[in-house]
């Protein structure tokens, strides 16, 4: 059995397929908050944008709300309704998938996130048609209830899915993929997601050689995922000034490891930017381009890591 770990895994399993019916009834706190709008941006590891990046924004209940295709310069905005909380996932060629998760708040009608998209591997992907259990990053419990959605690359919704007490799921597609809607040159994405973790998505790959289409997933086909505790994950803000101490806004932040792990994030018209979902460690923070600007830093659970401050010569 596979197993599945990433910093952006959020905690989603799914098990017993959601029949069609009513969509969920809003919270108060939902119904009372204005719309949105994200400024979304897809970045590459070493901070460089992607172009003509997929985002689509998902509902608490997993089904898409808006999508867009970012610029050249891997941005683009969408309008989101007013809820308590979104998904947002960034797909792209020759890239593996990522998940946010936006947090609305009472006057604040403007979300920013910054995606990174790592290139795409042979590894990591999740046999087709989906199926295996969730467990907690914190230990080896099993989530109950997490979301799993299956989306086309382009967003468009195929399956959704929550776990069962086992923290099991399956995503049996009926729905065959035919003609260039179905985009078959592209993988599709599952998406998981569950309260206190962080999202994660990951490319649907092609059964093994030889597993007939209509063949039931069995265990050896199993995927196990493990999700993130938010709890276990630290956050990074800092500044970019000049020389003489002038912030600088637009700039590119990376943050990066020994092992591949990167985040990406702009500095905004302050020049500050904050990178949350990092895991406790210690971390390269540079400017996107500038070796000469590279500091390292140690990041804390809790919200305890100290602020990084970059100065563009």
Same mark, same amino acid.
């Given at each position: 059995m596979g197993t599945l770990s990433t910093m952006a895994a959020v905690a989603v399993a799914v098990g017993a397929l959601l029949a069609p019916g009513p969509r969920p009834r809003p919270s108060r706190r939902s119904r009372e908050l204005p719309p949105a709008t994200v400024h979304a941006y897809a970045a590459r590891p070493d901070g460089?944008?992607?172009?003509?990046? /997929?985002?689509?924004?998902?509902?608490?209940?997993?089904?898409?709300?808006?999508?867009?295709?970012?610029?050249? /310069?891997?941005?683009?905005?969408?309008?989101a309704p007013g809820r308590a909380g979104y998904l947002l996932v960034a797909t792209a060629d020759a890239a593996r998938p990522a998940a946010? /998760? &936006?947090a609305p708040e009472p006057?604040?009608? $403007?979300?920013?996130?910054? &995606?990174?998209l790592p290139p795409s591997a042979s590894t990591g992907r999740v046999a087709a048609p989906p199926a295996g259990i969730v467990r907690d990053g914190g230990g080896t419990a099993p989530l109950r209830g997490a979301l799993a959605v299956l989306l086309e690359a382009g967003g468009t919704l195929v399956r959704i899915a929550a776990t069962d007490a086992d923290g099991?799921?399956?995503?049996r597609d009926a729905r065959p993929r035919t003609g260039a809607a179905g985009r078959p040159d592209r993988p599709r994405v599952l998406v998981v997601h569950s309260p206190g973790h962080r999202p994660a998505a990951f490319p649907v790959g092609p059964p093994p050689p030889g597993t007939p289409a209509s063949a039931t997933p069995g265990p050896a086909r199993e995927t196990t995922v493990v999700l993130t505790r938010r709890a276990d994950l630290g956050t990074l803000r800092g500044i970019v000034t000049d020389r003489q101490g002038v912030p600088q806004g637009s700039v590119r932040v990376t943050?990066?490891?020994?092992?591949?792990?990167? &985040?990406?994030? $702009?500095?905004?018209?302050?020049?500050t930017c904050r990178l949350t979902g990092l895991p406790t460690g210690r971390f390269h923070v540079a400017v996107a381009g500038r070796r000469d600007t590279t500091v390292r830093i140690a990041v804390f659970a809790d919200d305890r890591s /100290?602020?990084?401050?970059l100065e563009l010569s």
């Amino acid at each position: 059995m596979g197993t599945l770990s990433t910093m952006a895994a959020v905690a989603v399993a799914v098990g017993a397929l959601l029949a069609p019916g009513p969509r969920p009834r809003p919270s108060r706190r939902s119904r009372e908050l204005p719309p949105a709008t994200v400024h979304a941006y897809a970045a590459r590891p070493d901070g460089r944008p992607v172009p003509r990046a /997929e985002f689509t924004l998902l509902g608490p209940d997993g089904r898409p709300l808006a999508r867009a295709v970012a610029d050249e /310069e891997g941005a683009c905005v969408l309008r989101a309704p007013g809820r308590a909380g979104y998904l947002l996932v960034a797909t792209a060629d020759a890239a593996r998938p990522a998940a946010a /998760e &936006l947090a609305p708040e009472p006057g604040r009608p $403007v979300l920013t996130a910054t &995606l990174t998209l790592p290139p795409s591997a042979s590894t990591g992907r999740v046999a087709a048609p989906p199926a295996g259990i969730v467990r907690d990053g914190g230990g080896t419990a099993p989530l109950r209830g997490a979301l799993a959605v299956l989306l086309e690359a382009g967003g468009t919704l195929v399956r959704i899915a929550a776990t069962d007490a086992d923290g099991r799921f399956s995503l049996r597609d009926a729905r065959p993929r035919t003609g260039a809607a179905g985009r078959p040159d592209r993988p599709r994405v599952l998406v998981v997601h569950s309260p206190g973790h962080r999202p994660a998505a990951f490319p649907v790959g092609p059964p093994p050689p030889g597993t007939p289409a209509s063949a039931t997933p069995g265990p050896a086909r199993e995927t196990t995922v493990v999700l993130t505790r938010r709890a276990d994950l630290g956050t990074l803000r800092g500044i970019v000034t000049d020389r003489q101490g002038v912030p600088q806004g637009s700039v590119r932040v990376t943050v990066t490891d020994g092992s591949g792990i990167a &985040l990406a994030a $702009v500095t905004g018209p302050d020049g500050t930017c904050r990178l949350t979902g990092l895991p406790t460690g210690r971390f390269h923070v540079a400017v996107a381009g500038r070796r000469d600007t590279t500091v390292r830093i140690a990041v804390f659970a809790d919200d305890r890591s /100290e602020a990084f401050r970059l100065e563009l010569s």
